[in-house]
């Protein structure tokens, strides 16, 4: 069973009225909790890419990466948890988690149920909140959906726009 329906979050979905690269977040974290995700994601054969500069190159530990200094080219990381659906997780800070998804590659009920299993799999990993907000919300004060710990499920965070 789908923990959303699409036709009840679609309105979040529509690239133009939100633009189209939500940002997600897991704030309160720490080098492990990095490493944790790319254990995660190592451990569940998603296809990924890290580069740095855009020169791709063999995914380090997460405490190297972080412990670069502050003027380093930035450090990507590219994961499908599905074909045709990229997040791209921007390893910029121990004290926060965030990537980006494309709403465009995020158009129905499979790809939402994709959407959801992936925050999931991230947040119960993590035992912490998974956010998404629209884009560019960087003090994330307009969360849309997101992992509810004590639930263990995604949820609705807002009232969706009517579509």
């Given amino acids: 069973m789908s923990e959303l329906l699409w036709d009840d979050v679609k309105g979040?979905?529509?690239?133009?009225?939100?633009?189209y690269l939500?940002?997600?977040?897991?704030?309160?974290?720490?080098?492990?909790?990095?490493?944790?995700?790319?254990?995660?994601?190592?451990?569940?054969?998603?296809?990924r890419e890290y580069s740095e500069g855009g020169v791709v190159m063999p995914l380090p530990r997460a405490g190297e990466v972080l412990?670069?200094?502050?003027?380093?080219?930035?450090?990507?990381?590219?994961?499908?948890?599905?074909?045709?659906?990229?997040?791209?997780?921007?390893?910029?800070?121990?004290?926060?988690?965030?990537?980006?998804?494309?709403?465009?590659?995020l158009q129905g009920q499979g790809r939402l149920d994709v959407?959801?299993?992936f925050l999931r799999a991230i947040g119960h990993r993590l035992g912490k909140p998974v956010v998404m907000t629209p884009e560019g919300d960087w003090d994330q004060s307009h969360p849309v959906l997101g992992f509810d710990v004590e639930s263990d499920r995604v949820v609705l965070l807002a009232e969706p726009p009517i579509s």
């Avoid at 979040?12 to 633009?19: K, T």
């Avoid at 974290?29 to 054969?45: F, M, N, P, R, Y």
């Fill in 12 to 19: 979040f979905f529509d690239p133009e009225l939100e633009g």
């Fill in 22 to 47: 939500p940002d997600v977040w897991v704030t309160g974290t720490g080098v492990e909790d990095w490493q944790a995700v790319i254990d995660l994601i190592v451990a569940s054969g998603w296809p």
């Fill in 67 to 105: 412990s670069r200094p502050a003027d380093a080219e930035c450090a990507d990381l590219r994961v499908w948890p599905a074909p045709d659906v990229l997040a791209i997780f921007r390893l910029e800070s121990a004290e926060e988690i965030g990537f980006d998804v494309d709403l465009r590659e």
């Fill in 115 to 117: 959407l959801c299993g």
